[in-house]
């Protein structure tokens, strides 16, 4: 509270620099704005570029690529040479000899409103860098900042099955495959779960039915995480119909997550609760 008061001393006596900070923080949430939504498609080692839905100009442009890499400083890409080639639909960005920055020059482009990006290591914090190309010196308009997903799990958790059913309790066990991060339980009710989407992280509960652990309205996450060695137990299950349960196995943390969401008989259960069979 007394620095905060502090400064608002400070700039309540030196209007200008007001002014200036002012202006500092629009310019910054304008330009993050331009760009926040243009990656789509993220595939671990692949991601797309879309500037159809953005408002600004992506013509004749230079696109420099970077990976964040912890407790290094980061140079800003100010001083590259312009001499590159013409951006295509399809960057490969493991056959680009990065500068001594880190700075990865994938072209100037010419118009093109999508490309994909590829050859990416997974599961890495990056950013890509837009710098105009009409003027001189160099124009940098903005940014965006991402992280490309870990690799899917190669395959589906096994062996899914119920242990015990007790009044509106039931407790599942099942097999995590060997070399994923982890599993998620999901749950609905008288319907196909909704699968879960790559990139998000969803909160669970094993209570059925908790709100803020909701995929879609009817499915729910009762569980997530790293496989312990005793059965799960999910609660809550007090209305007649078909629970259908299916177990996902994942890679990744944070919000980089990539979800095998394959369907098999044996990572997937339909418990019948009080509902008579037509």
Known sequence: LFIYRAIKVYLYYNKPMLFIMKYIIVFILFSSSLFSNLIENNEGNSIGINHEDSDHKYDNQLVVF?????????????EISIDAPVI???????SIIPNKHGHYVLGINNGISKYKITGLLPNREFIIHFIKQDRSPD???GLTRG???????????TALRMINIINDKVELDWTQP???DGTILIVSKDRLPQLPQDSTKY????????????????TYTVFMGDKPDEPVVIENLVEDGVYYFQVISYNGGN?????????TPTNTFAYNKGKIQE
């Open 147 to 157: 992280s490309t997903n870990a690799l899917e799990p190669l395959e589906p958790p």
């Open 88 to 94: 295509s639909e399809i960057v490969d960005i493991s």
């Open 203 to 218: 909160k669970a509960n094993n209570k059925y039915g908790t709100n803020y652990t909701v995929i879609d309205g009817i």
């Open 139 to 141: 124009k940098y308009i």
């Open 255 to 263: 919000y980089n997550f990539n979800y095998n969401t394959k369907a």
């Open 66 to 78: 970077e990976y964040i890499v912890a407790n290094k400083k980061r140079i800003p890409p100010n």
């Open 178 to 180: 060997e070399g994923a």
